[in-house]
């Protein structure tokens, strides 16, 4: 069948089930109650402490076939995913399926696991390399399952995607389970993935390499979701965690980006006392943020809130009194991290409340100015943000799904021209976000806006700002770098890309 950004998707897919097809981005309408946990029955004064990983995957009863999850807020730096799979695998474990919010460059030896039949099923927000590559060449069986961060708290809080154990390294906890992430050796600052496994996962398994005395206080995960502690020597490596400060860009591309977008920005009609504003940590992106500062100074205006994930430049911004607010599903730099223990209006939010689109209203759905970046932009403004120019899976999803379809003013942040690749290309490898979604795309060689936005293109030609069209872009970066060949893929499906609704967005096939 083909769905509503074109794509042909198979009515049934083997290792998934019947298929869903997207068709816009509010077309679903959901039904049914929100999914629980398991009912239990603690004693008093015992604590949870338990002595090994080994000793937390007997008592949780872990067994083939079960669905284990993680959170990806240690980033590259995270020990727990491998610690916690080597483990399982010791102990003869097989057949599990793992569901992790994003998988990293360090989550590698997960290939061996693969092989050896321990891990049979993947579904995750994003699989970077070397593991995204072996997925795209085929070595598992199953289809992997993309999902936005709001789409995965929806199908977790929907009971979609149903999880028995979530192991969940935290940088500082007590013996009962109160943990937060902005204090200890390993500090990550938000903990908003992990809070939404803590609540629905039918067991939870806290590790931890700084426990504390009770109470650990303010607890992102508090003790009446968790079920075993577990202290280990290290959860990971603070270097590949977070950074110090992370720093504006001097790459003159990037600022040049930044700049175009500030001209968007203001002549949007949206910048204005009271806007809300979420970006990335990229480089053009980061500028775009030290350059709107810049204009909310020189013109007095003052923002409600920065969403998403925060970096030093929103706490500059919330610290100044520009921002009133920061709410924060995860922390991009150490700076970042330690706002959190100090500012009360640095606000720890879990997944579901920051972007599910199926609760009662999530935090995008508040945004008015967005910044965000692409592998690939196609002529009808779709996105991918997954699959590299080789066709192979090496990013994520994330919040880009979930923020364009909130956000007034959607900005696609990217060079014209990347590794010698047009960006801007008739069709993308992967759709990831439609393009009804996307708003505004900002290069280095000119400025295109979604024609579905007569506004924007009215408010820009009153402030005199040139833009172009998408093709006449596609037009600029093919004269620079040639016309692509094309990738070759095979029949089987080695991904699904879900909408943040539940729907098939696109299917991901075997590189040939």
Do not use: W
């Not at 490596?237 to 992370?246: C, N, R, T």
């Not at 759709?431 to 979604?437: K, Y």
């Amino acid at each position: 069948m083909i769905n509503g950004v074109g794509r042909e998707i198979p009515t049934y897919i083997e290792g998934i089930g019947d298929i869903k097809p997207y068709d816009r981005p509010f077309s679903v309408v959901p039904e049914g109650s929100k999914a629980g946990s398991r009912l239990k029955r603690p004693l008093p004064h015992k604590d949870k402490i338990i002595g090994s990983i080994e000793d937390a995957i007997k008592a949780t009863g872990l067994k083939d076939g079960m669905t284990v999850s993680f959170h990806h807020h240690f980033r590259n730096g995270d020990f727990i995913i491998n610690m916690v799979i080597d483990a399982a695998a010791k102990m003869g474990i097989k057949n599990l399926r793992i569901a992790p919010s994003s998988l990293g460059t360090c989550h590698g030896p997960l290939i061996d696991h693969i092989k050896n039949g321990v891990i049979t099923r993947i579904e995750s927000s994003g699989i970077r390399e070397p593991l995204g590559t072996a997925i795209s060449e085929g070595i598992m069986e199953n289809p992997v399952i993309l999902r936005s961060h709001g789409g995965r708290a929806r199908a977790v809080e929907s009971g979609e995607l149903k999880i028995d154990v979530a192991f969940l390294g935290v940088p500082a906890c007590d013996s009962y389970g109160n943990a937060n992430g902005f204090s200890g050796k390993s500090a990550c600052g938000s903990l908003g993935y992990a809070m939404i496994d803590a609540k629905y996962a039918d067991q939870v398994v806290l590790i931890t390499d700084n426990l504390v005395d009770y109470p650990c206080l303010p607890a992102s995960i508090n003790q009446t979701q968790v079920d075993f502690v577990v202290q280990v020597d290290a959860v990971g490596d603070p270097k590949g965690i977070v950074s110090g400060v992370i720093r504006n860009t001097s790459n003159p591309r990037d600022l040049l980006i930044a700049e175009n977008a500030v001209k968007a920005i203001m002549a949007s009609g949206y910048f204005k006392n009271g806007f809300s504003y979420q970006t990335g940590a990229a480089g053009s992106s980061l500028a775009v943020t030290g350059f709107l500062r810049e204009k909310m100074l020189e013109h007095n205006i003052k923002g409600s809130f920065g969403l998403g994930g925060i970096t030093s430049q929103l706490v500059q911004l919330l610290e100044e009194g520009l921002l009133e607010g920061l709410f924060d599903t995860q922390c991009f730099d150490l700076v970042a991290a330690e706002s959190m223990g100090r500012n009360a209006k640095h606000f720890e939010v879990d997944a579901g409340f920051y972007a599910n689109p199926h609760n009662s209203g999530c935090l995008v759905n508040n945004l008015d100015i967005l910044m965000l970046g692409a592998l690939e932009i196609d002529t009808d403004f779709n996105v991918n943000v997954v699959s590299k120019s080789d066709g192979s899976i090496s990013q994520a999803v994330g919040g880009h799904q979930d923020t364009a379809a909130g956000a007034r003013l959607a900005v696609i942040l990217a060079p014209l021209v990347r590794s010698r690749n047009p960006i801007i290309v008739d069709k993308v490898k992967t759709v990831c976000t439609p393009g009804e979604t996307i708003d505004v795309v900002v290069t280095d060689y000119g400025i295109a806006v979604n024609p579905l936005r007569q506004d924007l293109i009215e408010n820009f030609g009153k402030a005199g700002l040139k833009t172009l069209t998408i093709n006449e872009l596609k037009d600029i970066a093919e004269k620079l770098t040639g016309i692509p060949e094309k990738i070759e893929f095979d029949d089987k499906i080695v991904g699904v890309v879900q909408y943040r609704d539940g729907s098939v967005i696109d299917v991901i096939r075997k590189v040939k």
